[in-house]
């Protein structure tokens, strides 16, 4: 009986332990979690009034203005160097020199992509002014057209002469065309040229689609000029 009752005496010891070490672990974990949860309140807290200091700080509001300033004045800047470039590249293509002005009008889209929409907002005063230092106001283009007969599209033109023949004409008109009719919606003679070189160029790049640069070649004298681009040819030849 002794033995026995020793024996029972010796299972109930190591399960008793096993029941304090299970009930100090419960304790434990509510207790980290109290603790991280303390932690991350702190952390919010700290987040908050920092952010409400900056928003409130008067070194904060008053470099914030001098950023916006000074953005704003970068922006001009690039805008009035973009305006120059595609108005010299105007002068250029106004004179026959159309890969210079090409180049004028890639540099100038390169910096603000909508310069050509945005000359709409310069003073019509500044316009006229500009026209009629350079001699090419309004009125005397129309007399210009007026008065040329060598020009006329009855006239036969000869072999190899076509092209040359529409760059004098382009010469005299910044258009690249002009919509026969009345248009709701954009038309493509507002798309920047250098937009329409990169579709060009696209249409020859993999399946050498020469057949589709002809037809539209044969739109109007602008996109006859466009297909001809040296620089497309050049890659229909590496092709």
């Not at 070490?21 to 991350?40: H, T």
Request: charged residues 35%.
């Amino acid at each position: 009986m002794d033995a026995k009752v020793e024996k029972s005496g010796r299972g109930n010891g190591p399960s008793s332990t096993t029941a304090d070490s299970s009930d100090g672990e419960e304790q434990d974990e509510p207790s980290s979690s109290n603790q991280q949860q303390e932690v991350e309140d702190v952390l919010a807290n700290f987040r908050e009034m920092w952010q409400k200091e900056l928003r409130e700080s008067p070194k904060h509001q008053y470099g914030f203005m001098i950023k916006t300033a000074n953005g704003k004045e970068e922006n001009e800047d690039h805008e009035n160097n973009a305006r120059n470039l595609f108005l010299k590249g105007i002068e250029m293509e106004k004179a026959g020199k159309l890969y210079e002005a090409i180049q004028y009008y890639r540099r100038a889209v390169q910096i603000v992509p909508d310069i050509e929409f945005k000359l709409d907002k310069i003073p019509k005063s500044k316009l006229r002014e500009r026209q009629l230092t350079e001699g090419n106001d309004d009125e005397n283009v129309e007399e210009i057209h007026c008065s040329e007969t060598e020009d006329s599209d009855d006239e036969e033109i000869k072999d190899g002469e076509l092209l040359t023949r529409i760059q004098k004409k382009f010469a005299k008109v910044s258009p690249l065309c002009i919509p026969k009719f009345e248009q709701k919606t954009p038309h493509i003679s507002q798309v920047p040229i250098e937009i329409i070189f990169y579709i060009l160029r696209w249409v020859v790049s993999s399946d050498l689609d020469l057949r589709s640069l002809e037809a539209f070649s044969a739109v109007c004298r602008g996109f006859y000029l466009c297909a001809r681009d040296p620089e497309i040819w050049r890659l229909a030849c590496l092709r």
